[in-house]
């Protein structure tokens, strides 16, 4: 028997989770990350992804995170505010051109608080097709899901992988599970397309047509 099956994933929360605005968490970018702690290497950390989750068309069978609502447990939008400096002072120098862009997020310009999206609920589901333990392993490594984990921000209260029947790592309900580089189908889908990357890591790897998701809510 294949140690890969297909597999669900809930993961309890204990914090709101800071995310992207424009694209959703997948579970093969948390794996990534889990095992970049351990070791850093890009080539070594692919080859041990290899060994956890199963691969077609370069593309990992790993889903996005789906946020669970239930009658008992809703899900709410926030906002946090993060300090991003704790020192000010004037900016005294010139500036070379009439006309200039200025970036709040870094530099002698960098706000001293910034605001960040994020998302209050109980539990995630991710959909996977790959291998039990391992995942299991690498999800109870990591401090927490989303940005600003090492802040407190997504902590993780508990994991739970079971085996289930069929594949949604990719579709489920027939609607996009995950994003999903455009050359791989034949015919045009409804979801929408943007630019972006499809497979770990998420910060450099390339970035070409994709089909996005719409919808990252689960209801059971």
Same mark, same amino acid.
């Given at each position: 028997m294949s140690e890969f099956n297909p597999l669900r994933i809930e993961v309890d929360m204990m914090t709101s989770i800071v995310h992207s605005n424009t694209h959703p968490i997948h579970l093969d970018g948390l794996l990534y990350w889990a095992i970049y702690s351990m070791n850093n290497n890009h080539e070594k950390i692919i080859e041990v992804l290899d060994e956890t989750l199963s691969k077609s068309q370069d593309v990992y069978h790993a889903s996005q995170a789906l946020y669970e609502k239930s009658s008992s447990h809703n899900i709410l939008a926030k906002e946090i505010t993060r300090i991003t400096r704790t020192d000010w002072k004037e900016f005294d120098g010139i500036l070379t051109k009439p006309k200039k862009t200025i970036k709040e997020n870094e530099g002698v310009f960098c706000k001293k608080f910034t605001l960040k999206l994020a998302t209050q609920v109980k539990r995630i589901i991710f959909f996977a097709h790959g291998n039990h333990e391992k995942i299991q392993f690498y999800l109870n490594s *990591?401090?927490?899901?989303?940005?600003? %984990?090492?802040?407190?921000?997504?902590? *993780? %209260? +508990?994991? +739970?992988?079971?085996?289930?029947?069929d594949d949604h790592s990719w579709f489920l309900d027939e609607k996009l599970n995950r994003i999903l580089p455009k050359s791989m189908f034949y015919m045009s889908r409804n979801e929408p397309v943007r630019s972006c990357r499809y497979k770990p890591n998420y +910060?450099?790897?390339?970035?070409?047509?994709?089909?996005?998701p719409t919808n990252n809510t689960l209801v059971v």
């Amino acid at each position: 028997m294949s140690e890969f099956n297909p597999l669900r994933i809930e993961v309890d929360m204990m914090t709101s989770i800071v995310h992207s605005n424009t694209h959703p968490i997948h579970l093969d970018g948390l794996l990534y990350w889990a095992i970049y702690s351990m070791n850093n290497n890009h080539e070594k950390i692919i080859e041990v992804l290899d060994e956890t989750l199963s691969k077609s068309q370069d593309v990992y069978h790993a889903s996005q995170a789906l946020y669970e609502k239930s009658s008992s447990h809703n899900i709410l939008a926030k906002e946090i505010t993060r300090i991003t400096r704790t020192d000010w002072k004037e900016f005294d120098g010139i500036l070379t051109k009439p006309k200039k862009t200025i970036k709040e997020n870094e530099g002698v310009f960098c706000k001293k608080f910034t605001l960040k999206l994020a998302t209050q609920v109980k539990r995630i589901i991710f959909f996977a097709h790959g291998n039990h333990e391992k995942i299991q392993f690498y999800l109870n490594s *990591i401090l927490g899901i989303g940005l600003q %984990a090492n802040s407190g921000f997504g902590e *993780i %209260a +508990k994991v +739970k992988v079971v085996r289930i029947v069929d594949d949604h790592s990719w579709f489920l309900d027939e609607k996009l599970n995950r994003i999903l580089p455009k050359s791989m189908f034949y015919m045009s889908r409804n979801e929408p397309v943007r630019s972006c990357r499809y497979k770990p890591n998420y +910060k450099s790897s390339d970035v070409v047509d994709c089909y996005i998701p719409t919808n990252n809510t689960l209801v059971v």
